[in-house]
């Protein structure tokens, strides 16, 4: 499975971003993902996941209310749509995929795409 997350941008606090993770692969349906955020100096940061039938979903405290991920397995794209941000979501954000179902550590992941920097000021 060969991921790719797009979307970062620059916006400003209380506005809203969208990501997309493209996966190939037939077997990317079968898998949970992963989205983490690694800001500067800091270690990766669990930030949502879904199950791979897009049933549940789990959310980093710091983000509920405000981030909603999702799936369509038909188009092999994982999303994390990102309202209401603050400066402190800024930081380069990763999809992951893996067969272990929804974690929150980076090694309960299989697959990883490269980051997509989003950046919020304030």
């Known amino acids: 499975v060969q991921l790719q997350a797009y979307g970062g941008g620059l916006v400003q606090a209380g506005g809203s971003l969208s990501l997309s993770c493209a996966a190939s692969?037939?077997?990317?349906?079968?898998?949970?993902v992963g989205w983490f955020r690694q800001a500067p100096g800091k270690e990766h940061e669990f930030v949502a996941g879904?199950?791979?039938?897009?049933?549940?979903?789990s959310y980093a405290n710091s983000v509920k209310g405000r981030f909603t991920i999702s799936r369509d397995s038909a188009k092999n794209t994982a999303y994390l749509q990102m309202n209401s941000l603050k400066p402190e979501d800024t930081g380069v954000y990763f999809c992951?995929?893996?067969?272990?179902?929804?974690?929150?550590?980076?090694?309960?992941?299989?697959?990883w795409g490269q980051g997509t920097q989003v950046t919020v000021s304030s």
């Open positions: 692969g037939r077997t990317f349906r079968s898998y949970a």
């Open positions: 992951a995929a893996g067969q272990q179902g929804i974690g929150t550590r980076t090694d309960q992941y299989d697959y």
């Open positions: 879904i199950s791979w039938r897009g049933i549940t979903t």
